[in-house]
């Protein structure tokens, strides 16, 4: 590895170090984001009936749809916000913005992870979901919590500078995100015997590196307009 590589890689873990350090000292996903997610699940009963088969039916649908919405708020929360003060001070020792991207995606993945697990562990005892193929899981919750970091940090890059920024990113995500949305929800419902999963796999594989590849391409032209 070169040596401009290793540091750039040493530069990503150290953005994502601090970014994990600051919502541990916050708590902002545990202690608000998580249980929020939770109680969402568990309200959607009393909306639709506490009828099984229906929510056995529609509890995966509804699972990616709560990750969605609430995986937004993870990946631009506070905790990884940066003032223009702090913004200056990183451009001024010279991080690669490239590192700076994928250190705040990387702590934003861990955290949605983190998310999924716990909604998703309430979500299946809740919906009964059939999870016979569960191996399966390994790739497609992983997946989908890169890519809705990548998505959410890209956008919060993209809308640093507006005043009505945290307002936009919604409807930068929401977009965007139909298509990670549209394989985990697909992949979740092709654990049944006899259907495929990877076509959906490998669908979010390619919005993973679709994602990846845009933050590239963009962040040392963001980073010179702030």
Do not use: C, H
Not at 46 to 62: E, H, S, W
Not at 105 to 130: M, P, T
Request: glycine content about 8%; aromatic content about 6%; overall charge neutral.
């Amino acid at each position: 590895m070169s040596r401009e590589a290793g540091g750039g890689f040493a530069q990503t873990l150290a953005i994502a170090r601090r970014d994990l350090l600051r919502e541990q000292r916050v708590g902002e996903v545990a202690w608000i984001t998580i249980p929020f997610g939770a109680i969402a699940v568990l309200l959607v009963p009393l909306a639709v009936g506490t009828d099984l088969p229906t929510l056995t039916r529609i509890g995966p649908g509804l699972y990616w749809a709560v990750v969605l919405l609430f995986g937004v708020f993870i990946a631009v929360r506070k905790t990884a916000a940066e003032t223009p003060a702090q913004r200056d001070l990183i451009s001024l020792l010279g991080l690669d913005p490239v590192a700076g991207f994928f250190g705040r995606a990387a702590a934003s993945s861990i955290l949605l992870l983190g998310f999924e697990l716990v909604v998703g562990a309430v979500a299946v005892a809740l919906y009964n979901i059939d999870l016979a193929r569960w191996p399966w899981m390994i790739l497609v919750v992983p997946g989908a919590a890169i890519g809705l970091a990548l998505l959410g940090t890209l956008a919060a890059s993209i809308t640093a500078n507006l005043s009505t920024g945290p307002a936009l990113v919604p409807f930068l995500v929401a977009p965007l995100a139909v298509p990670l949305l549209l394989a985990a929800t697909q992949a979740m419902d092709s654990l049944r015997p006899g259907d495929s999963i990877l076509p959906w796999v490998l669908l979010m594989v390619a919005a993973d590196l679709a994602l990846a590849i845009a933050g590239v391409l963009t962040a040392r032209p963001l980073q010179e307009t702030r």
